[in-house]
């Protein structure tokens, strides 16, 4: 969408200086016309008319820019000191699928990604990166200029705009993968559609979807006892339901398109959590990434 604002400037310039030009030369024409008292013959009269296209797509094209022209913010953490490959190609994600493996965890909130996540650590060495945590970091960091938007999101449960998130993960993903670590569990992203596209242009392919399904009852329990004592802002019923919206809305079409590719692995998580864990372990098993 940026480049094409910025194309569409280019070509709002070339528009106006164009239509600039011709009128410029229709008003000597017509000034020539009236000195000798002629009337302008038909033929003349007829060439204004690709100055009134021009000058009508000017006009339009202004128009469209005044509501474009602002960019969104880019993340405080851009640009993070990349590995040489990144340079490379343009078109290739930072990640080749044979460096660092990527699963993405997903489900609605409060649904058990976080638990879970925790426990696969634990067991098989995971790197847990949960986008949430990392916005809430970010959000704290008084050196950030992004604190109080994110602040303003979490708080109505909306998705803070993919160039944050993405930069962020890109970050954390990179540090740990400097340090030797190549097995990721991406919790609670992508979760809107654009970061999904983002993250796989950019970073890495996912090699799977860990989607935790979970009636909304049992998360809006699961929830409402957290916040007693989270402190988080959103563990309220008022942005609770905003979350469930955003997710049927908003999150769900992410798990359609990785579902389309095969790519979902399944878990019911309204068991107790080591029940669940057990279908997590064997899932993953069943496509050999643990054993
Ligand atoms: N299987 C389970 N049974 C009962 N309680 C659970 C279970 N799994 C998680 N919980 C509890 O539910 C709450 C939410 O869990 P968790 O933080 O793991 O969810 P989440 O999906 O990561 O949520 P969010 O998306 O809001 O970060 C926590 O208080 C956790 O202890
Ligand atoms: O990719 C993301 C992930 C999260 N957010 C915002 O953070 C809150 C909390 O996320 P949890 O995963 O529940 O910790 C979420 O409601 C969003 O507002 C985001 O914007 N983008």
């Known amino acids: 969408m940026f480049k094409y604002t910025k194309s569409t400037l280019q070509l709002t310039r070339t528009v106006q200086r164009s239509a600039l030009k011709m009128a410029q030369s229709r008003v000597l024409q017509c000034r020539m016309y009236a000195s000798s008292n002629k009337e302008a013959p038909k033929k003349q009269r007829r060439s204004l008319v ?3 296209i021009l000058g009508i797509a000017a006009l339009g ?3 469209y820019n005044m509501g474009h022209v602002s960019k969104p913010p880019r993340a405080s953490v851009d640009p993070v000191s990349r ?5 490379e190609s343009k078109e290739q994600p930072l990640f080749k699928d044979n460096e660092i493996s990527v699963i993405y965890v997903l489900g609605g909130p409060g649904a058990g ?3 879970q996540s925790a426990k696969l650590v634990k067991e098989y060495g995971f790197v847990h990166l949960s986008a949430g945590d990392l916005l809430r970091a970010e959000q704290k960091d008084a050196s950030s200029k992004y604190g109080e938007l994110i602040a303003n999101y979490i708080k109505e449960g909306r998705i803070v705009p993919q160039e944050i998130t993405v930069a962020l993960l890109r970050k954390a993903i990179v540090n740990n993968y400097n340090q030797g670590k190549t097995k990721f569990l991406v919790d609670g992203f992508p979760r809107k559609m654009d970061q999904a596209l983002a993250f796989e242009n950019q970073i890495a392919h996912g090699k799977f979807v860990l989607f935790f399904q979970c009636p909304e009852d049992v998360m809006l329990h699961r929830l409402l006892e957290r916040g007693k004592t989270s402190g988080r802002s959103d563990d309220n019923m008022e942005t609770i339901r905003k979350r469930f919206h955003v997710f049927e809305e908003t999150s769900m079409p992410v798990v359609d398109y990785f579902e389309k590719q095969g790519k979902v692995l399944k878990v019911s998580c309204d068991h107790p959590v080591d029940v669940v864990f057990g279908q997590v372990v ?3 098993k069943k496509e ?4």
Request: without cysteine; positive net charge.
């Open 288 to 291: 050999g990434i643990t054993d």
């Open 282 to 284: 064997a899932q993953l």
């Open 83 to 87: 590995p040489k490959k990144d340079i």
């Open 113 to 115: 990604k976080g638990t």
């Open 61 to 63: 094209l202004t128009y």
């Open 50 to 52: 690709p100055l009134a």
